[in-house]
């Protein structure tokens, strides 16, 4: 506050996205297991990442870079990748005239760097992405118990459409 922007250079701080890239399979993955450990703290053990999940969660992210219908994103702030967003086009059942809709599997900006709009700038970017293939819904997962996730997500202008719901045998 009060002090002068670099001058020439992007306001410093500010969130870029881009598209992710190969390099940033590494930096991505800690991010992920970070939202997995907090979804172990409020949703349970079935969160819990088995040995190998850093390969696997590789392997099906690295699907999501350079496809016309899958989508990776990197959020940046100074340089940095400190957030991502992982979304595709999918398609329902035969039965349905409805099938292509969008969907979000995931969405994390790093602790230290939330409240900059990085989370925004990242679903910004993905609904633009789905508006330009012609998708008029997107859908996504939340946690119950997530309660700052659902906040964050209902200020996205998401509504909850429906409930999952389980019970121990
Ligand atoms: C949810 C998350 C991605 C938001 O990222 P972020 O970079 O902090 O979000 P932004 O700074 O772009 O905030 C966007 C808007 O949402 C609001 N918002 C963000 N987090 C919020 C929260 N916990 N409660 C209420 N509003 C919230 C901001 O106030 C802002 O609104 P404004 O523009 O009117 O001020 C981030 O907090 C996160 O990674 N959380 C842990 C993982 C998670 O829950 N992911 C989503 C569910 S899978």
Not at 50 to 63: C, H, I, L, S, V
Request: charged residues 30%.
């Amino acid at each position: 506050m009060g002090q002068a922007r670099p001058v020439g250079g992007s306001e410093s701080g500010d969130p870029r996205v881009r598209t992710a890239r190969i390099t940033d399979l590494d930096a991505l993955a800690g991010m992920w297991e970070e939202l997995a450990k907090y979804h172990v703290e409020i949703g349970g053990p079935e969160y819990r990442l088995a040995p190998r999940w850093r390969g696997e969660w590789q392997r099906f992210t690295r699907k999501h870079i350079g496809r016309k219908d899958r989508l990776c994103l990197a959020a940046e702030i100074d340089g940095i990748a400190v957030g991502f967003l992982l979304a595709a086009i999918l398609q329902r059942p035969k039965v349905f005239e409805h099938r292509r809709y969008g969907h979000i599997y995931d969405v994390f900006v790093e602790a230290g760097r939330r409240n900059r709009g990085a989370g925004q700038a990242l679903v910004g970017a993905a609904m633009d992405w789905f508006r330009a293939r012609g998708v008029d819904r997107v859908e996504l997962y939340t946690h119950a118990m997530n309660a700052p996730g659902r906040r964050f997500w209902s200020k996205m202008g998401f509504e909850t459409t429906v409930h999952i719901m389980d019970r121990r045998v």
